[in-house]
């Protein structure tokens, strides 16, 4: 393969299609054609004060090539994660594109002002549609330049709250990983379920999916603890979680009553119970907690100091959970959580590294998949291919992290493996649905 023009020193290897368009696998499986990744400008100069100035209007290209803007942090906050995605993006170009596509990328410095002044550029570039910002408040900004415009936006924001028509959320959120975790375990005979998550609009998403996946299933949620994120401890949190002082007064009146019957059974039975700190039944058979990291592995260790065992109680997570070396907590071992499947994102980061030189971090493959599927439907011939009706197409796409679609309220709905931990990684054990059509029955 010719050496492309974009960013130095990159040479690819063959084309490894890891991304299929549902409705143009035909078109996917196709030689690509020599492809352009524009290099991107210099850092805008942001004025200190805010000026007046028009959106502008997206430019009518003098040629039939579909341009498409990329705006991620390349230099200031972010700039490392900013241009790890913007090589996964160039291995998609690589993969995918053919001439007629063109990718623009553009800096945002990690800033509001930088990502406008980044979104204008593209736009006056003629962008037909806006990969990025990074960050959430980015996103919000380069809204109001894009909507003038009529230019579509896909985020790599997390945070849902900002999505709405035109602007698409496409990092990891919690609400489809609790439903498809919550289904999964009450299709497996869990009927009561608990949470433990913080008072923050991710804890508040994690649960309100909680209530409507358990809803769904006929199972139900039966106690719920809340707490202020960061708090440095969490002891009491937990111990009113397990009801261990309850189940404690539950253990002394069943002693009392089997000394004092004192016929052999009733000593036996003691006997049994004189290692127990409770006794009783817990009010959940499953517990989800809406963590990760440090905070997880402390929540976790707590568990079963309060007699919360995590064998007869399954432990539930995000994919907050989605981090190397979860096993070692030994009490999230058994644990299960939805993510994508590990399996492609593990071919994909190989590659990244042979390409690069070092692995990319786990946003990377949102850029390769955004920009996988910009120039699938560029290839359709279509000189406007990313109306609504195409990148809402109810079939979806299906990328490194799994199938996905685009829903009209801006929001992002993907195909989830069910994971469980163990003490060497993480194993499948319900795989990733490979379609959105419903089973037959």
């Not at 994660?81 to 993006?89: E, I, R, S």
């Not at 980044?118 to 990025?132: E, I, N, P, V």
């Not at 009927?191 to 923050?200: D, E, I, M, S």
């Amino acid at each position: 393969m010719p050496q492309k023009s974009g960013l130095e020193g990159n040479r690819m290897g063959p084309v490894r299609a890891f991304f299929a368009l549902t409705l143009l696998a035909g078109l996917l499986t196709a030689c690509a054609s020599p492809q352009t990744v524009a290099p991107p400008p210099p850092p805008p100069q942001v004025p200190a004060a805010p000026v007046q100035v028009a959106p502008p209007v997206a430019a009518q290209p003098v040629d039939d090539r579909i341009r498409v803007g990329l705006l991620l942090p390349l230099s200031g906050r972010g700039a490392p994660v900013g241009q790890a995605m913007l090589d996964a993006a160039q291995m998609a170009v690589f993969d995918l594109a053919d001439d007629r596509f063109l990718l623009l990328p553009r800096d945002t410095g990690g800033t509001p002002d930088g990502a406008v002044a980044a979104a204008r550029d593209a736009l006056a570039a003629g962008a037909q549609l806006l990969l990025g910002p990074l960050f959430s408040a980015d996103a919000g900004a380069v809204r109001p330049e894009a909507q003038a415009a009529g230019v579509p936006v896909l985020s790599f924001s997390n945070d849902w709250t900002i999505a709405g028509p035109g602007l698409w959320v496409l990092g990891f959120q919690p609400q489809d990983q609790v439903r498809r975790v919550a289904s999964f375990a009450a299709a497996r005979g869990i009927a009561t379920f608990g949470a433990l998550a913080p008072t923050t609009p991710y804890g508040d998403a994690a649960l309100n999916a909680l209530y409507a996946a358990t809803a769904d299933a006929g199972a139900q949620v039966t106690k719920v603890e809340r707490y202020t994120a960061g708090a440095s401890d969490l002891t009491q949190v937990v111990r009113g979680f397990a009801e261990f002082e309850r189940r404690q007064e539950e253990l002394a009146k069943e002693r009392a009553l089997l000394t004092g019957r004192g016929d052999e059974a009733s000593k036996l039975a003691l006997q049994r119970l004189a290692n127990r700190q409770t006794f009783g039944e817990l009010p959940y058979q499953a517990v989800l907690i809406a963590e990760g990291g440090q905070t997880l592995r402390e929540v976790a260790a707590l568990l079963p100091f309060f007699d919360v065992d995590p064998g007869p109680v399954r432990i539930l997570g995000t994919g907050l959970w989605d981090e190397p070396g979860l096993g070692r907590e030994l009490a999230l071992v058994g644990g299960w959580f939805a993510a994508p499947a590990p399996e492609a994102r593990a071919g994909f980061e190989q590659r990244f590294a042979d390409l690069y030189g070092q692995r990319p971090p786990r946003l990377a493959t949102l850029a390769y998949d955004a920009t996988a599927m910009a120039a699938a439907l560029a290839r359709t011939g279509d000189p406007r291919p990313y109306e609504p009706q195409d990148l809402t197409n109810p079939n979806g796409f299906a990328g490194i992290d799994g199938i996905f679609r685009l829903l009209p309220n801006g929001q992002t709905e993907r195909g989830l493996a069910v994971i469980e931990v163990t003490r060497r990684g993480f194993l499948v054990i319900d795989p990733a649905p490979q379609t959105f059509q419903p089973a037959a029955s």
